[in-house]
């Protein structure tokens, strides 16, 4: 088994991502543990700046994208990735609509045991101007 110990914040790593957590960061394995970046999507290839490391798992920043995916696209807010609120914006729709899909298709088979046919996501038919939800991060 690695020494995880000996990894520190801010090292640099370089990886593939291999699929998304929750709330749509990358997972990125690293050593045989995963690393959760935000603003990565499945399949690129990225350098990561290591932020955090816990027992098991650590989190980092997405420094540079080596290998983009066909499904990046340019976010029209330039704060998106900073403000916490539409942290999927770095993916076009049809990546939102299967992250989203997959999302649901987990919930069910985790918390009832169930495979279900998820349908396909309806989407509101602009990227902007929608949500009714806001996150306002505050540091004391």
Known sequence: MPDFQQMKKNEKITGTVTGYTFDGAGVVMDENMPFFVPGLIEGEEAEIGITAIRKGYGYGRLLKVRKASEHRVTPGC???????????????????????EDKVRHCFLQNAGMEV??????????DTAYRNKVQVPVQV
Not at 80 to 93: E, T, Y
Not at 117 to 126: D, F, N, Q, Y
């Open 117 to 126: 046919e998820v349908r396909p996501i309806l989407t509101a038919g602009s």
């Open 78 to 100: 330039p704060i998106c990735m900073k403000c916490g609120g539409c942290q999927l914006l770095h993916m076009d729709a049809a990546e939102q609509a299967r992250f989203k």
